[in-house]
């Protein structure tokens, strides 16, 4: 049974940084693709960034440039490095992975997902 944590989450102020850690469970994590998305309050999940199971990486236009995803094989987690946040950067943060290597960027695409964590960012 795949299982997806993701901790890392808190309270910080605009122009800080925050890393994400999304731990997996449940198969080999090397081969598969993995994914970041979120969710603001009245909003729909959206993406945000994802990394294939050969590391190719993408990215939401609203991040790119102060986000960086990347996958550590070895301890089977992906990370979420939030630098330069800002207040519409708050949202809870979804942690997905799916039966594939190349990764998509829907959010029906993937097919197991984290509980979440929560990022909120101030003015």
């Known amino acids: 049974q795949v299982q997806l944590v993701e901790s890392g989450g808190g309270l910080v102020q605009a122009g800080a940084s925050l890393r994400l850690s999304c731990a997996a469970s449940g198969r080999t994590f090397s081969n598969y693709a993995m994914g970041w998305f979120r969710q603001a309050p009245g909003k729909e999940r959206e993406f945000v960034a994802a990394?294939?199971?050969?590391?190719?990486?993408y990215y939401a236009d609203s991040v790119k440039g102060r986000f960086t995803i990347s996958r550590d094989n070895a301890l089977n987690t992906v990370y979420l490095q939030m630098n330069s946040l800002i207040p519409e950067d708050t949202a809870v943060y979804y942690c997905?992975?799916?039966?594939?290597?190349?990764?998509?960027?829907?959010?029906?695409?993937?097919?197991?997902w984290g509980q979440g964590t929560q990022v909120t960012v101030s003015s």
């Open positions: 990394i294939s199971g050969s590391a190719y990486t």
């Open positions: 997905a992975t799916d039966d594939r290597s190349w990764a998509p960027k829907t959010v029906a695409a993937y097919k197991y």
